[in-house]
């Protein structure tokens, strides 16, 4: 028996690293999952690693469009959902004064605007007692330099986690924000080489975290999992940091 044994799952963003992770998790405890991306290769890719229990669903979560074709896939496949990690996100070091408009509308997009409607067009499928997860950050909470716009954007979706747990509080739906620290996957790798010193400040994150080292999308993964079943009932509007210590001490 797993843990999420018949439950129906969502996970945008789920080609690579911790969205990824998570789906093989989720599938791994009985459920059964639908997984976003915005290219078709990587998806195609994704869905073969898990193996079962998975579809693949080419979606940019800040397009309104694909979030109503992924819906009603999902309502004519099982008319219902039980889980949503809204996991899609895009992140870039632009340092103040160096910020554009363009770039301040592209993060914001994706990371608080295609985390609202995900989450809003998936209510009228959302079974009473379903659970959500966001995926929010450790810098919400801190002050790295040239982070400004990515930690304002995951400062908002930890808001959503506190907001959405009292106005879903009527169908028991909880509402909770995962919040990883320095994580090993290529999107933060990405983001270190839109910094000309991405990897001497790699060194430095992994020397400043308190267990010493970078965390992998398996552990943020099991934290997912965690909140998303039975075992977090008593849980809603909270924020789970999964970053070594980084925020806490």
């Known amino acids: 028996m797993g843990k999420l044994d018949g439950r129906i799952a969502l996970v945008t963003g789920g080609s690579s690293g911790i969205g990824l992770a998570t789906a093989r998790h989720f599938v791994a405890e009985g459920a059964f999952v639908y997984i976003t991306g915005r290219r078709r290769d990587t998806l195609d890719a994704a869905v073969a690693a898990i193996g079962r229990g998975v579809i693949g669903m080419v979606a940019d979560s800040a397009s309104l469009a694909d979030l109503d074709a992924l ?30 408009e363009d770039f301040f509308d592209e993060i914001f ?21 379903a659970a959500i997860v966001l995926n929010a950050s450790m ?23 506190r907001t959405w747990a009292t106005d879903l509080r009527s169908r028991r739906i909880r509402v909770n924000a995962i919040s990883p620290g320095s994580t090993d996957t290529p999107g933060f790798a990405g983001l270190l080489a839109s910094n000309p010193a991405g990897e001497e400040r790699r060194k430095a ?27 977090a009932s008593f849980i809603t509007g909270a924020e789970l940091f999964v970053d070594g210590g980084f925020a806490q001490v």
Do not use: C, W
Request: aromatic share 6%; hydrophobic share 50%.
């Open 205 to 231: 994150m992994a020397a400043s975290i308190p267990l010493g080292r970078l965390g992998t999308p398996d552990e943020v993964a099991r934290a997912v999992v965690f909140l998303a079943s039975d075992d």
């Open 139 to 161: 810098v919400a909470s801190k002050g790295p330099p040239a982070n400004s716009v990515y930690s304002a954007s995951k400062a908002a979706v930890r808001s959503f986690a």
């Open 71 to 100: 819906f009603a896939r999902i309502s004519a496949d099982h008319e219902r959902l039980d889980i949503v990690f809204a996991n899609a996100g895009a992140a870039r070091l632009v340092p103040l004064g160096g910020i554009s």
């Open 109 to 129: 997009a994706t990371n608080v605007k295609g985390v609202l409607f995900t989450v809003q067009k998936a209510l009228p499928l959302l079974a009473d007692g």
